[in-house]
């Protein structure tokens, strides 16, 4: 599939910081899609979007789809330990596209 | 409400010895069912997907099969594995129907020795 550029690759958080990550790609996308992986265990969805400038929000997660259809970003508000995990942004092509594109993924951890 | 069982959590085989991974979905019918790797701190690589019973698209050449004998089970197989088959199997599933997404299993984690 189409790949797609996720950063920052990996990060450091502070209890209570907000904290931002974001995709993009050099195609249009009709979805896109964040999830986040906790250690030993598949992906789990946090936020679907369907339309360019949705904003979307699930408790202290807030992701949009950009308005070129070409990126989204996903901001976590007032950290805590448990947001620890790796976060993907994925993403459809076409309404029909059967496929997922992926990010590499970024590593949230906390900061010592 | 839909789940999806993958089974076993845990695997370790010797090179050269077969392979069979299990998923089921139960809740929904006729969904795309898809099996993943993902490599130690990587991402996901799509290996296989299926839109119905029997119908198998590959995405990456290679020493892994997969197979659909009913709607909502998928299996992946290998008739010799190699120690490049290590890593964190994923199998998803989606409904059918326009634009939903994908939720995964809780993974397989296989070790070649």
């Known amino acids: 599939g189409q790949q797609l550029n996720q950063s920052p690759q990996s990060m450091f958080i502070q209890e209570g910081e907000d904290v931002s990550m974001n995709c993009t790609s050099s195609s249009i996308f009709n979805t896109w899609l964040w999830y986040k992986q906790d250690p030993g265990e598949g992906p789990v969805l946090l936020i679907a979007?369907?339309?360019?400038?949705e904003l979307t929000s699930n408790g202290r997660l807030t992701a949009q789809f950009g308005i070129t259809r070409k990126d989204s970003f996903l901001n976590i508000s007032a950290s805590i330990p448990s947001d620890v995990g790796i976060y993907f942004c994925?993403?459809?092509?076409?309404?029909?596209?059967?496929?997922?594109?992926f990010g590499a993924g970024t590593t949230v951890t906390v900061r010592a | 409400s839909q789940t999806i069982h993958q089974w076993p959590a845990t695997l370790v085989q010797p090179v050269g010895s077969p392979l069979s991974l299990e998923c089921t979905v139960e809740?929904?019918?006729?969904?795309?069912l898809y099996w993943y790797r993902q490599a130690a701190g990587r991402g996901l690589q799509l290996l296989f997907y299926s839109v119905g019973i029997g119908q198998i698209s590959s995405e990456v050449p290679q020493n892994l099969s997969a197979s659909r004998p009913q709607d909502r089970q998928f299996i992946l197989s290998s008739k010799k594995l190699l120690l490049s088959d290590s890593g964190f199997y994923l199998c998803a599933w989606r409904t059918g129907t326009y634009n939903q997404p994908q939720h995964f299993g809780d993974g397989t984690r296989l070790s070649i020795l």
């Open positions: 994925a993403g459809q092509l076409g309404s029909n596209d059967y496929k997922l594109s």
């Open positions: 809740g929904t019918s006729n969904p795309n």
């Open positions: 979007l369907y339309k360019a400038g």
